[in-house]
């Protein structure tokens, strides 16, 4: 790994227009600099700037769709290879991460809540905590992470760096009330009226966007978001029909494949899966097989039925796994009656992140609907100074 790597830093150009920085990172990494500390033997240093460029470097090195963003960008891919960036950041923040001296400002005083320890959270309250706010992270699951730690399988971002986040966040001060959900006992108002100076709501999209054909109810029938939460607890049997063809149902085939199911079909509406190239590749090499243009029209206890040129076909299935994208579930956004959705059924938020609760934030997959993890750093980071700014003038 460390030779590769190190042969792949030096194939770098360090351009001084670097494409993969400007046109290919969402959150504009400093790649050539990176790059060019690791090759001076500064490898801490480099860490650091990436840590405070991107709080979940190390999380958005595995998990990033590189070829479509920095690696798909850089120059040495017009003809030939283009630097494997993705392993050069994932080798400096994961070998540097517990040694990470983050400088925390003194603390000025100020609480803070942030509900859900999902990408959104965990990069808020790590960057308010530095500045010197105290946080509260109320987490409805016992663990943080969300989709992080309960919708990407183990085998594409291990579970223990998202225990090594938590690790690092206790460091900085910030304390957390895992199993506990803000909207039930608790509301928004609570948190206000205890002297917490701004909310910052990072919730996520967990509820799985349904078909909206017949069968979905049936028993051999389950949604993406739900199975990889725990795939454990699910006998899939030998059989299976997976519907969707982006990453989270490449993230469901393989995961099947990985417990015991031998005949794992996804089902493409179209003529192209909308996964990444590499999950896609990833998922053939598994063993999982493609049908395309596909269209279900029902589900039976048998399996799927999709619409042919020559009628109905049923194609017999033991379990049919519908995955096409999730939107918000919370009961914060049901219970809060100030708090106003979009026309899309997401929170509604204003230019600088605010909900129409007054010194109330939110980002991430509950205003956005699912999207990827370094777009939710990216909106988070912002979010972050537009509460430093609220704390500072209310
Ligand atoms: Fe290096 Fe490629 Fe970025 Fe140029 S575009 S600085 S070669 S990684």
Same mark, same amino acid.
């Given at each position: ?185 608790? +509301?928004?108002? $609570?948190?206000?009226?205890? =002297?917490? !100076?701004?909310?910052? &709501? %990072?919730? @996520? ?23 990889? +939460?725990?795939? $454990?607890?699910?006998?899939? =049997?030998? !059989?299976?029909?997976? &519907? %969707?063809? @982006? ?148």
């Amino acid at each position: 790994m460390s030779v590769h790597v190190i042969d792949e830093a030096s194939r770098c150009l360090q351009c001084p227009n670097p494409r993969c920085r400007e046109n290919g990172c969402p959150i504009h990494t400093n790649i050539p600099e990176m790059i060019r500390l690791f090759k001076e033997n500064k490898m801490m240093e480099a860490a650091e700037m990436l840590f405070e460029n991107n709080p979940l470097s190390m999380i958005c090195s595995l998990v990033c769709n590189h070829e479509n963003q920095c690696e798909g960008n850089c120059v040495r891919g017009i003809k030939g290879d283009p630097i494997h960036i993705s392993s050069i950041e994932n080798y400096i923040s994961d070998s540097c991460f517990e040694r990470l001296e983050l400088k925390k400002a003194p603390s000025n005083g100020i609480k803070a809540a942030v509900i859900g320890a999902g990408p959104a959270g965990i990069t808020i309250a790590i960057i308010l905590a530095l500045k010197g706010y105290s946080i509260t992270v109320f987490e409805t699951h016992d663990k943080i992470g969300g989709i992080l730690r309960y919708g990407i399988p183990e085998f594409r971002l291990p579970k223990s760096i998202l225990d090594r986040y938590y690790v690092k966040m206790r460091e900085l001060g910030i304390k957390f009330r895992p199993n506990f959900s803000i909207g039930g006992s608790t +509301n928004i108002q $609570d948190l206000l009226n205890d =002297g917490y !100076k701004s909310v910052f &709501i %990072g919730t @996520g999209a967990w509820r799985p966007r349904k078909l909206g054909i017949p069968g979905e109810t049936f028993g051999n029938v389950y949604y993406a978001i739900n199975y990889l +939460n725990n795939p $454990d607890v699910y006998d899939l =049997g030998d !059989k299976v029909a997976i &519907i %969707g063809a @982006g990453n989270a149902a490449m993230d469901v085939a393989r995961t099947a494949i990985r417990h015991g199911s031998r005949d794992v079909t996804v089902y493409v509406r179209g003529q192209e899966v909308s996964a990444s190239k590499q999950e896609f590749e990833y998922a053939k090499v598994d063993g999982v097989k493609f049908e395309y243009n596909m269209s279900i029209v029902r589900i039976e206890d048998d399996g799927p039925v999709f619409k042919m040129e020559d009628g109905e076909k049923l194609i017999p299935a033991d379990s049919i796994l519908i995955a096409i994208s999730q939107v918000p579930q919370d009961r914060i956004i049901s219970k809060e009656k100030n708090l106003k959705l979009n026309e899309k059924g997401n929170l509604a938020t204003n230019e600088l992140g605010e909900t129409t609760i007054p010194g109330v934030f939110a980002s991430g997959d509950v205003v956005t609907g699912a999207k990827t993890v370094v777009a939710a750093v990216a909106v988070s980071k912002q979010i972050a100074e537009d509460m430093h700014k609220f704390m500072q003038t209310n």
